[in-house]
């Protein structure tokens, strides 16, 4: 079945640090990958979706791209702010009977200090 | 912001006893989902709907019930509450031929 797997966390950065969380997929089809965003006591927002191979999203600085060949879809920011502090999770949709069945990896909290 | 509220936020109930949540939406979007969120499992789906009356299985359903009687309320049941279903609980909408899910602001639910 479809799987996700994501980079361990936490992760701690300091201020205007280069960030990547990666995230590897096992999937059947050609499926879209998203990363969501989860603020603290907030719900999932979407941060960027690609929907093929070799597709770039991007949103509020941060990018990752649809490899298919090392079936990965990292996210990667040049510069973080404290504000990015939140948990970040990368998914990937299966549709059945028309309705998008997300598949999430487990999760990486990042801390951003001053 | 998608039009979706969850209530109640916060419930902290015995185990055996019943438990309803409900999702509410404004978008009239056709397919709802209801998610569960625990640490070191991102989320999992436990069951969705795509119409009035048609709903079906996810990944985690054992112990859950729903049903969805009009396009905007999509109700969680947990018949006999137990601690391994104490979590966070969150909907989520899409409309035909998106592929973006927009999600509610959970429900945390304590099953002592």
């Known amino acids: 079945g479809n799987s996700v797997t994501q980079m361990e966390g936490p992760v701690t950065l300091s201020e205007e640090a280069f960030l990547t969380i990666n995230c590897t997929y096992t999937?059947?089809?050609?499926?879209?990958l998203f990363w969501y965003v989860q603020y603290p006591g907030e719900g999932l927002q979407l941060l960027l979706k690609?929907?093929?191979?070799?597709d770039k999203g991007s949103n509020k600085g941060f990018e990752a791209t649809y490899r298919k060949e090392t079936t990965s879809f990292h996210l990667e920011k040049g510069s973080v702010q404290v504000s990015d502090s939140a948990v970040y999770f990368c998914?990937?949709?299966?549709?059945?009977?028309?309705?998008?069945?997300?598949?999430f990896g487990q999760g990486t909290r990042l801390t951003i200090n001053p | 912001d998608a039009g979706i509220t969850q209530s109640p936020r916060h419930k902290v109930t015995e185990t055996g006893t019943p438990v309803t949540l409900r999702c509410h939406q404004t978008?009239?979007?056709?397919?709802m989902y209801w998610y569960r969120q625990d640490p070191g499992h991102g989320l999992r789906l436990i069951h969705y709907?795509?119409?009035?009356?048609?709903?079906d299985k996810g990944e985690v359903s054992d112990g859950y019930s729903v049903s969805r009687s009009k396009t905007e309320d999509f109700l969680l049941t947990l018949e006999s509450a137990t601690s391994s279903q104490t979590s966070v609980y969150f909907c989520?909408?899409?409309?035909?031929?998106?592929?973006?899910?927009?999600f509610g602001p959970g429900t945390r639910l304590t099953v002592l």
């Open positions: 998914a990937l949709s299966g549709a059945f009977q028309g309705a998008q069945k997300l598949v």
């Open positions: 989520a909408i899409t409309g035909v031929y998106q592929d973006t899910q927009y």
């Open positions: 690609a929907t093929k191979a070799d």
């Open positions: 709907s795509y119409g009035v009356k048609d709903t």
């Open positions: 999937a059947t089809g050609y499926p879209s």
């Open positions: 978008e009239n979007h056709r397919y």
